[in-house]
């Protein structure tokens, strides 16, 4: 089985990344530049595991449970190691003029690893002019 690595430059003018478990194993991200306002990674560590899947805490968490949660907010050149695959995570909503721009290297051992649509479209934004989003495998 083959490892594969994605890179990836994402660029939010607005909006967030919404809480999620990440596909990859782990990711190494590199802020490149913070936005003014919002932009806040957030996240709780490790809340499943590959033997338990922690159902009644993640239920908690959707219900609005914040016993656990932890934030970040990266200066530029942040660069930050993170396992999402059993730490539910978002990135909160960008406000103000500057756009946050991050990129995310991560890592997988299936092969032919895949980018959710909505992560498509936040490293896509200003398609004709500044497409920012860089995938390749090697």
């Known amino acids: 089985m083959a490892d594969e690595h994605v890179l990836n430059v994402m660029y939010a003018e607005a909006g967030g990344h919404g809480r999620h478990f ?4 782990a ?3 590199l802020m490149l ?27 908690r968490l959707l219900q ?15 660069l930050a190691l993170f396992c999402g695959h059993f730490s539910p995570h ?16 991560s890592y997988a051992s299936s092969p032919d690893p895949r980018l959710s649509a909505h992560v498509k479209q936040l490293s896509m ?14």
């Open 64 to 78: 609005g449970d914040r016993s656990g949660i932890r934030s970040m907010c990266g200066a530029a050149g942040t």
């Open 22 to 25: 990440g596909r990859a194993e």
């Open 90 to 105: 978002r990135v909160t909503t960008v406000t103000g003029p500057r756009p946050r721009i991050i990129a995310v290297l």
């Open 125 to 138: 934004v200003g398609l004709t002019d500044r497409v920012l989003a860089c995938v390749a495998g090697w």
């Open 33 to 59: 530049q913070p936005s003014l306002g919002g932009g806040q990674f957030v996240y709780v560590p490790q809340l499943r595991s590959a033997d338990d899947e922690n159902p009644e805490c993640v239920r």
């Open 27 to 29: 990711v190494v991200t």
